[in-house]
């Protein structure tokens, strides 16, 4: 299993980044997909989520992001995208993808290793 996050990078405030997630070595259209974030000092949290294919793939997110990130999967590609416009200071974090499945029995839950955004002039 494994997910690749890329697209991050050094951006001036008010700019705007596209992230993506590339999985592989797991049914993909079947898992929820999530992007959370970490800044320095703060406990990791959760920025946007999408359902599976199968769940119809409605999304979530953060009140800090609403309007501001939007979250999309192509599940023919195996990708996961967060979108991320008029980026802000307090955006500066590592973003964290992760894709998570339910079986009724046990829960599978799968991390990338992260991108970091900087949010500076």
């Known amino acids: 299993v494994q997910l690749v996050e890329s697209g991050g990078g050094l951006v001036q405030p008010g700019g705007s980044l596209r992230l993506s997630c590339a999985a592989s070595?797991?049914?993909?259209?079947?898992?929820?997909m999530s992007w959370y974030r970490q800044a320095p000092g703060k406990e990791r949290e959760l920025v946007a989520a999408?359902?599976?294919?199968?769940?119809?793939?409605?999304?979530n997110y953060a009140d800090s992001v609403k309007g501001q990130f939007t979250i999309s999967r192509d599940n023919r590609k195996n990708t996961v995208y967060l979108q991320a416009n008029s980026l802000k200071p307090e955006d500066t974090a590592v973003y964290y993808c992760?894709?998570?499945?339910?079986?009724?029995?046990?829960?599978?839950?799968?991390w990338g290793q992260g991108t970091q955004v900087t949010v500076s002039s």
């Open positions: 070595g797991f049914s993909f259209s079947n898992y929820a």
């Open positions: 999408i359902t599976s294919a199968r769940a119809g793939g409605s999304t």
């Open positions: 992760n894709a998570k499945f339910n079986s009724g029995i046990r829960e599978y839950s799968y």
